[in-house]
């Protein structure tokens, strides 16, 4: 007779209480627009972060060489942070680096095709063009998903 291990399942609050917190400074955007850090010598990604931002974060995902964080609280903002312009920034997935100068997205975006093409496509002294500016930075999106509940 053979015995079996029975699996304990658990929530997503009872994982993401085991998750360790701390604080975290950031050092650079990665692609996506994400902020990277360490915590505890793990590569941190935490959303609608700059590079110099000092924040606490929870982490709300790891895996074997990486982790995702949530800021907690903002200990002490990057001098390129700046209010984002739209008021639906927080609450939308559109815009990922608002809260960045329109000089520093473009720069962000630069360096970010610069390290694919060296880290992933191992291509070295590549020469990558500045981001063109464009002129009209906001109010150019035109898509719309309309919601609705059927009723019967």
């Given at each position: ?108 975006k630069t360096a970010q095709v610069q ?38």
């Amino acid at each position: 007779m053979s015995r079996r291990r029975r699996k304990i399942h658990k929530s997503p609050a009872e994982i993401q209480a085991e998750l360790p917190a701390g604080t975290v400074t950031i050092e650079r955007l990665a692609y996506g627009g994400d902020g990277v850090g360490a915590l505890d010598g793990l590569v941190v990604f935490v959303p609608r972060t700059a590079p110099g931002d000092v924040v606490d974060v929870q982490l709300v995902s790891q895996r074997r060489h990486y982790a995702v964080g949530e800021v907690t609280a903002l200990r002490q903002p990057s001098p390129w942070r700046v209010p984002a312009p739209c008021p639906l920034y927080e609450r939308c997935g559109g815009c990922h680096l608002q809260h960045l100068p329109y000089t520093q997205q473009l720069s962000a975006k630069t360096a970010q095709v610069q390290d694919c093409l060296q880290r992933l496509g191992k291509l070295t002294d590549v020469v990558v063009a500045p981001t063109l500016e464009s002129p009209q930075p906001f109010a150019y999106r035109n898509k719309v998903i309309y919601h609705y509940d059927r009723q019967s």
